[in-house]
């Protein structure tokens, strides 16, 4: 269905994907495209696996662990830091079930801790 207005002729449904249909498709029927655009694909992939690099932060392992280990004074303060808020929350809401979410949140942070260092 084509409309024609005063700057444009609309084709309906036919928008940018026609347009990279038209570009892309009538360029890989062509064999020499579809040689050319595999043998640089295949370069690229290859070339990207031989990529290296080294951990610029290994020296600070040491840092990082001795901070957010599990030994870390910062793992003592969320500990406390959770238990005063649980005791708020329980002062509040009245309900057991808070003493079960501490608990989860300590093996929680003791888990992400662990994971840190």
């Given at each position: 269905m084509t409309?024609?207005?005063?700057?444009?002729?609309?084709?309906?449904?036919?928008?940018?994907?026609?347009?990279f249909n038209r570009?892309?498709?009538?360029?890989?029927k062509n064999p020499t495209c579809q040689i050319l655009g595999t043998f640089i694909m295949l370069i690229l992939t290859t070339q990207l696996a031989r990529?290296?690099?080294t951990d610029l932060l290994a020296s600070q392992q040491s840092t990082v662990s001795s901070t957010f280990g599990a030994?870390?004074?910062?793992?003592k303060w969320f500990y406390i830091a959770e238990i005063i808020i649980a005791l708020f929350t329980y002062i509040k809401?009245?309900?057991?079930?808070?003493?079960?979410?501490?608990?989860?949140?300590i093996i929680f942070?003791?888990?992400a801790f662990a994971i840190a260092a």
């Open positions: 409309r024609t207005g005063n700057s444009l002729n609309i084709i309906k449904g036919r928008a940018v994907a026609s347009f570009m892309f498709i009538s360029t890989y990529a290296t690099g030994n870390s004074s910062i793992v809401v009245r309900s057991p079930l808070v003493f079960l979410g501490l608990v989860i949140c942070t003791r888990i």
